[in-house]
């Protein structure tokens, strides 16, 4: 049985990296241990239901988003490797300890319109090298392929943790002791997939190359694509990456006409980049439909982004329609 925390030993050893960095890392898995607590209870805990509030983005807050947005938080203000933390939840970056290392951003949690019905959600996080000099938010900006490490939780049946360290990406779960164990080495995301998710009732708002690509997939085996697809669509970023990696899919929240200041709903720096990193770590690929996802220069922290994500043959084929 290798635990997170050995684990996390053995990828310090093999690949030499800075034990802040992984101290960093356990902070974040003991944080979402504390969430997935509250997130089984439900009910019980008090957790359900809205907060009252909204964040920055004009989304209304659930209990749950602030209540995980402050278990992460004070989590990782007790890190003294974290420098500075940027979340879904928190309109500007918040400075921890000045003479940390890394930067964690985190979308607190993902799927929101999902907790009070039972639906799997989680959690979705992504650490920086804090650049020399003092923090400011253009710290923040960096590009997904400098990500030194990233991953999720989800809080579903089970409750998984997922991590690269750009090594590859390894499975862990939650076990009744309340311990990561790892449970899945190197998942691959096949080539190739007959499964799609989209949320169809944007059709009317979505571009023509979007348009065109949904039309031939649901034009099924006598169609140009000369195969049957199968759809899902949970409404939890989280849950439909997790279901890529384990056996292969294509997931598109493409940019659309309905807010036109809105280059699609997704955020680049906490939702898109962490989980397009797992899944180019475990052969998938992901894009905004025209660019590499890990190579677009951030221009803000809750700036939001086309994502076209999974199994290689799909996103190619979608990137080549918006040629
Ligand atoms: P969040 O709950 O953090 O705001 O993110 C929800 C996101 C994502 O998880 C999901 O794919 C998408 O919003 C669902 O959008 P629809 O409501 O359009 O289905
Ligand atoms: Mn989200
Ligand atoms: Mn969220």
Redesign the pocket.
Known sequence: MTTFHDYLQQQREQHHLCPQLTATVQSIADACIRISEKVRLGALSGVLGEAGSGNIQG?DQKKLDVIANNLLIEALRRQSAVAGIAS?EEDSFVATDENGRYLVLF?P?????NIDVNISIGTIFSVLEKPSGSLNTESFLQKGSRQLAAGYVLYGPQTLLVITFKHGVDVFTLNQNGEFVLTQASPKVPGQTKEFAI?MS?QRHWEAPVRQYVAELLAGETGVRGKNYNMR?V????A?VHRILMRGGVFL?PKDARDPSKPG??RLMY?ANPLSLVLQQAGGASCNAVEDMLSIEPAGLHQRVAVVLGSKEEVEYVRRLHG
Request: net charge negative; proline share 0%; hydrophobic share 30%.
């Open positions: 989304e879904e979308d949690l993902d799927g929101s319109s949320n944007n669509w409404a939890s970023m989280v439909e929240y709903k997704l939702e």
